[in-house]
């Protein structure tokens, strides 16, 4: 994989300014990097502009040979448009590098403009955040690569599905009678109305799953029993209550949306701190995966990155959280189930 490394204006002084770690400089960041990128098997090109114009020009210059770029914008990030649209127009893949305090991590990232055109972001105040950004790369392209060897979920191959469709054939009813795909159930007939035709359905009114219940007259009834017709509704109440329980999964017209469980999200509303809450503690039930929860977090930190509504007043919260989840799959920032505890404590 070739990789293009991108250095902004007076990053060059790195290591000379105030709140920079001690003996991090280009020249070791550089080095680092070199070093990351073989272990991995890539190949680096490096450029170093205080100028915005050079670094679009690299981009440009360097879009058939690259496969990927780390890029630190360094100042340009709040404010340069020319730079996002350049990074835009390369369609490459671009992992932003920020370097910031952990205190103004969350911040800066939505200062950034090009947070909408990079494929991830990732703050930190040394290195690591370089290395962290070329092994974001190298993962997506190996993730990639394995999905063009591999089945598509849910849907078969042009050629399986052809050998699906022959085999399917019986007799005389054509190839539509294929096995792979099973044809709906047909409704129960209405055979068992002890004699009595029921009658049909209005055509203005909605599908539902089975027969429609016919309901007694009170002529019928007492002349079958023998009763009067105030006993039609207490026979027929069983059948009513029935009738009225939807089945599971069917649609039906003009009824109340069901109220959603406890930690899950309404339609159309944000993301709130009780939601992540119970992502957690799926994740300590084990009814949900380490890589999971990795998953999740990370798709809605991008919503919030690019301006999804969110619970009021704690935007900055759950960005800090959701990034500890999403980063808790790499061995540095692995959270042990205390941590996660204390993450749903720090939530309520």
């Known amino acids: 994989m070739n990789v293009l490394v991108l250095h902004g204006p007076t990053l060059q002084f790195l290591g000379h300014r105030e709140g920079d770690p001690p003996g991090l400089t280009l020249a070791e960041v550089d080095r680092r990097l070199a070093e990351k990128a073989r272990a991995l098997g890539h190949v680096l090109r490096t450029v170093q502009s205080n100028h915005e114009g050079a670094l679009v020009d690299a981009l440009w210059e360097q879009r058939t040979w690259a496969d990927g770029v780390v890029l630190n914008p360094g100042p340009l990030a709040p404010g340069s448009h020319v730079l996002r649209a350049a990074v835009s127009a390369s369609r490459m893949p671009v992992v932003e590098v ?34 962290e950004a070329l092994e974001r790369l190298s993962r997506a392209a190996s993730r990639a690569a394995a999905a063009k060897t591999t089945k598509t979920l849910g849907r078969a191959s042009e050629p399986a599905r052809a050998r699906v469709g022959k085999g399917g054939e019986s007799g005389g009813d054509g190839p539509t009678r294929a096995t792979a795909r099973s044809a709906p159930p047909a409704p129960p007939a209405p055979a068992r109305a002890s004699g009595r035709s029921a009658p049909a359905a209005p055509a203005a009114r909605a599908k539902t799953l ?104 704690q935007r900055d919260q759950l960005e800090e959280v959701l990034q500890a ?14 941590q996660l505890v204390e993450w749903m404590a720090a939530l309520e």
């Open 98 to 131: 920020l370097l910031a305090p952990a205190k103004g991590r969350a911040a800066a990232q939505r200062r950034s403009l090009l947070r909408e055109v990079c494929a991830a972001h990732v703050p930190g105040t040394g290195a690591e955040a370089y290395l």
């Open 210 to 313: 089975g027969p429609v219940p016919a309901e007694p007259t009170g002529r019928e009834a007492a002349g079958r029993n023998g009763e009067a017709s105030a006993a039609t509704p207490a026979r027929s109440a069983p059948r009513a209550a029935q009738a009225s329980a939807p089945a599971t999964g069917a649609k039906t017209l003009g009824r109340a949306a069901l109220e959603p469980a406890p930690g899950t999200r309404r339609p159309g509303a944000g993301l709130t701190r009780a939601e992540v809450r119970s992502r957690i503690a799926d994740r300590l039930a084990g009814r949900l995966t380490p890589a999971g929860l990795a998953t999740w977090a990370r798709g809605e930190w991008v919503a919030l990155q690019r301006g999804a509504a969110v619970e009021a007043g």
């Open 325 to 338: 989840l999403f980063l808790a799959v790499q061995p540095r920032g692995a959270l042990s189930d205390h």
